[in-house]
């Protein structure tokens, strides 16, 4: 872009899942958009995550979007999971369905925006030297997009090759023959560690924390189901709306702790063979409540792994028994614990001997030098306020948002943060989010700001601007209802405990879907309670925007 700073009604930073339906509604509004993304192209999270065996949690017909019951009956998914590659199809099919890689910049990164208090603008600055400005600035910048390098030393002195499951390389990468090691036992870890091991001549994994695994059970999706699901699609997208997570679960009634010992290992064996994320955790209403109800839920686990895995030290290892069961994300695997079986994978607990460093051939912990070729971190991510805190936010009377989430983010019901107008942020911290089926949580986000949007352009109002008692009482709110949850025992990214110095707060908003939808639908019903509307200062806003 050249000359005078281009102004636009809104820019979108990202176009991911939520930055490509985000262009679709706002365009329907007829406003003027600028788009960018730091990635090549749309895709987002499918874009980046292309290690092997990367595919989604959520099933493939909840994790789609659900605005054009065209596109829903159009699309047809292969298999239960979909793989990466899939859903980066998909994605692409939406942007050429509705034509949304128009305005979008790609390989263009924002690296600050600041509100011009006089204009009632954002002007925005981005990593090639663009200058814009816009009313509006959505940040659909997604929660698991920055990708968290590991503190190790001498990560630059390794003469083999190092790859982060966050930012693959599009070429793929082949492992056969060669000596690998994996750092992180997350949900990529857990996703790529078996797939990894039927490649590599030697896989060792390095694991500081054991998490809890199930068997995705995934398999081709048969044209019977997927016409089943076709002709209810509807119906089935209302009672997703409906659900706590945004996924369709039947509601367990009983306690863990109020049916007998040989009842409720039936009912764990069920919920184990649904292969779904849900099934465990809702088996019972109290494991995400009651220590001791959740102790009988990862008793039942790490039953499963010893049965699993042949060598009972090495069984003993993947037990996770720090944290309680379902306040980490879970995650779904194929064959995770049985790859533990096979002579060419080595599992080193680094909590017993910790990474010293990463040397010229490998790495050496406490205890033993690993000799590799190559090194995958699958260390995650600086989950929900890593991207948001990347670019430099300059708000009203010249506050950083850096300074004023120093000890946290603080948001109005996760879309809002105060001191900041007009900046929308797609499933922030604050919302229910990575709690739940994200696909429902991004079209309801956008939905939302994309009314709110309207009704201010409607009545000729510059800007809105979340108030710091709202803001509070949300904050407080979001705090309450988590700390009747085991979710805060857990050293989990959740708590941004995977980054060091990061505050320890619970981030998302767990009191589930339908009480949040509530909330928002009711604030917007309320002329938007909550936040300060403030009326154009011009008269008449500029022709484009
Ligand atoms: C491996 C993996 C599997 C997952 N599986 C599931 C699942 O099964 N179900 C589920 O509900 N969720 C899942 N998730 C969560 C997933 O992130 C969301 O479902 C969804 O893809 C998020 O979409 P988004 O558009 O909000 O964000 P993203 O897809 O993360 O897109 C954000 C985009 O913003 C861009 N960006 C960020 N900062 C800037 C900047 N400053 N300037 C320009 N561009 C920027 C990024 O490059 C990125 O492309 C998974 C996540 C991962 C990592």
Redesign the pocket.
């Known amino acids: 872009m050249t000359g005078a700073p281009p102004g636009f009604a809104v820019l979108v ?7 490509l339906y985000a262009h679709h509604r706002l365009r329907a509004l007829g406003l003027t958009i600028q788009g ?4 090549a192209d749309v ?7 292309r290690y092997p065996g ?1 595919r ?3 099933e493939s017909m909840d ?1 789609c979007y659900s605005f054009s019951p065209e596109l829903e009956q159009d699309w047809t998914w292969s298999e239960r999971y979909a793989t990466q590659p899939e859903i980066l199809r998909y994605l692409n099919h939406v942007a050429d369905r509705f034509d949304l890689r128009r305005d979008i910049q790609f390989d ?4 600050a925006a600041t509100w011009d208090e006089a204009a009632q603008r954002w002007r925005v600055v981005t990593d090639r030297g663009d200058r814009v400005s816009a009313q509006f600035l959505v940040m ?6 920055q990708a968290k390098d590991p503190e190790i030393d001498g990560i630059e002195t390794f003469d083999g090759e190092i790859f982060h499951t ?1 930012r693959w390389p599009h070429e793929g990468v082949d492992f056969t023959g060669r000596r690998v090691g994996v750092i992180g036992t997350g ?2 870890g857990i996703q790529s560690i078996p797939v990894i091991a039927r490649q590599a001549a030697h896989l060792t994994v390095f694991q500081r924390t054991p998490n809890f695994t199930m068997p995705a059970k995934n398999a081709p999706l048969d044209q019977q189901a997927i016409a089943d699901r076709k002709a209810r699609a509807r119906e089935i997208r209302e009672a997703m709306r409906a659900s706590r997570a945004g996924i369709v679960v039947p509601m367990p009634e009983h306690s863990a702790l109020g049916v007998d010992d040989e009842s409720r290992e039936a009912l764990y064996a069920r919920a184990w063979d649904t292969g779904t994320l849900y099934g465990m955790v809702a088996a019972f209403n109290d494991l995400l409540i009651n220590r001791d109800a959740n102790d009988t839920a990862a008793e039942y686990v790490r039953a499963r792994i010893r049965s699993i895995v042949d060598d009972p030290e090495v069984a003993e290892r993947l037990s996770p028994r720090n944290h309680p069961f379902g306040t980490k994300r879970p995650c779904l695997d194929t064959d995770y614990y049985a790859t533990y079986n096979r002579e060419n994978v080595t599992l080193v607990d680094v909590r017993e001997t910790p990474i010293v460093a990463v040397t010229p051939t490998g790495v050496r912990t406490s205890a033993d030098d690993f000799e590799l070729d190559a090194i995958v971190f699958a260390t995650g ?1 600086d989950a929900m306020t890593g ?1 948001l805190l ?2 430099d936010f300059t708000g009203a009377h010249g506050r950083k948002l850096r300074d004023r989430w120093a000890a946290g983010p603080r948001t109005y019901l996760g879309i809002a943060t105060a001191g900041f107008p007009n900046l929308f942020i ?2 922030g911290p604050g919302s229910p989010s ?1 709690l739940v ?3 429902v949580a ?1 079209e309801h986000h956008v939905d939302w700001m994309a009314d709110c949007i309207a009704y201010l352009r409607q009545r000729g109002l510059a800007s809105i601007d979340a108030t710091t008692e709202a803001e509070d009482a949300w904050v407080d709110h979001v705090n309450e209802v988590a700390n009747v949850t085991l979710f805060p025992h857990a050293n989990s990214w959740y708590m941004g405990a995977n980054v060091p110095g990061k505050p320890r707060v619970f981030m998302p908003y767990i009191g589930g879907f339908p009480r949040y939808d509530d909330v928002c639908r009711g604030v917007a019903a309320d002329d938007y309670r909550g936040f300060t509307l403030t009326p154009a200062t011009s008269p008449e806003p500029a022709p484009s925007t």
């Open positions: 930073v990202g176009a991911g899942f939520a930055g960018f993304e730091a990635a895709g987002g999270t499918w874009w980046w995550n990367a989604c949690d959520v994790y263009t990164r924002v690296t659909a910048t997604g929660c698991l997009s966050g949900s990529s991510f991207p990347g670019p797609v499933t990575v089926n994200m696909a991004i």
